[in-house]
């Protein structure tokens, strides 16, 4: 078993922005990651999201990325790199790939981590897994009967093999936009579904506003509640997808169909004696988001009776030597950044309150 002060689970925004900032506060943190090179699950992307369409921030600390870079080129390239020669600049010890299957009480207050390439003690944990290896799939009556193809976003890979296709897409956030606006006019057929009405916002989502739509989503993780998504509360700014979606005519949005059928999906009849509205498909999308992936700390029992994992700021309330970054308010590149400090902060409060037992 390898002993160190402080572990970092996940080498993504979330978890270098955290080890950058260990760092700063004086420790040596051994950062853990799945993937078998740098990026996170920027390298799973699909090749067309060029960065020209890239949602959202991802600077790390300390080092911005190059600003002349091309934005024809793939984030799925330019992001690993930049991430890569980040960790290699600042020297961090990431140790990859490994992945990390549960997260356990040791002795002296320490967390065991047992992973597929040995185990870990630490005095701290940050984890910062991020969600992309959980793509949600909600249930609607009829999936398992669709004789057509069904594909979460984490697996779309650009428009091309939906030529002639009649595709439903899923979801009113910024991963169904990418989508719709590029399978517009290739497809023989879109259609766009979402829970609720979107809200587009086109006011200068600025530093204050992010903060305001972090802090709502803070709410609910504090509580023990699930957390939402953050677009949940932001609304859609107008981005180069959504422009490019709007110019194309694709977002003439329809509520949420109730039942899938072999061949498309259906409403229900507007009136008693009517048939149900039905949509012929053969393909449907969903992009609807993904799940925090914190299986591995199963072993800690920290849910509360909502569901969720009830966390102050980035600590968690049941086990304060665990600081959850990327999880809820942070899940977004909007607060990985600030959830990193405020991880690293908290980690030195903690040990420094909470010693090291001499050796017996």
Known sequence: MEKTEVVVIGAGQAGLSSAYFLRRFGFEPVVLDAGDGAGGAWRHRSP??????????????????HP??????????????????????????????????????????RLVLATDAGEWSARAVVNATGTWTRPHWPYYPGAAGFEGRQLHYASYRGPAEFRGR???VVGGGASAMHVLSEIAGIAAGTAWVTRRPPVFRDDDFGENARREA?????????AG??????????G??????????????????????????????????????????????????WATGFRSALDHLAPLHLREPGGGIKVDGTQ???????QLVGYGPSASTIGANRAGRTAAGNVRGYLTTHPARPAA
């Open 48 to 65: 067309s999201l060029t960065m020209d369409k890239v949602h959202g921030i991802f600077d790390l600390p300390g080092v911005p990325r």
């Open 68 to 109: 002349g870079v091309d934005g024809r080129r793939p984030a799925a390239e330019v992001v690993p790199a930049y991430y890569a020669a980040y960790e290699e600049g600042l020297g961090l010890d990431v140790v990859r790939p490994v992945k990390v299957t549960s997260v356990r009480r040791g002795r002296d207050g």
């Open 166 to 168: 009649h595709v439903i």
């Open 214 to 222: 972090v802090a709502l989503v803070e709410e609910r993780v504090r």
């Open 225 to 234: 509640l699930p957390p939402q998504s953050v677009v949940s509360v932001t």
């Open 236 to 285: 859609l700014g107008y981005s180069t997808v959504v422009r490019e979606a709007l110019a194309k005519g694709v977002l003439q949005r329809l509520p949420m169909f109730h039942r899938i059928t072999e061949h498309g999906v259906t409403w229900p009849a507007d009136e008693p004696s009517a048939a149900d509205r039905f949509l012929a498909a053969d393909t449907i999308i």
């Open 316 to 322: 968690v309330v049941k086990e304060p030597g665990l």
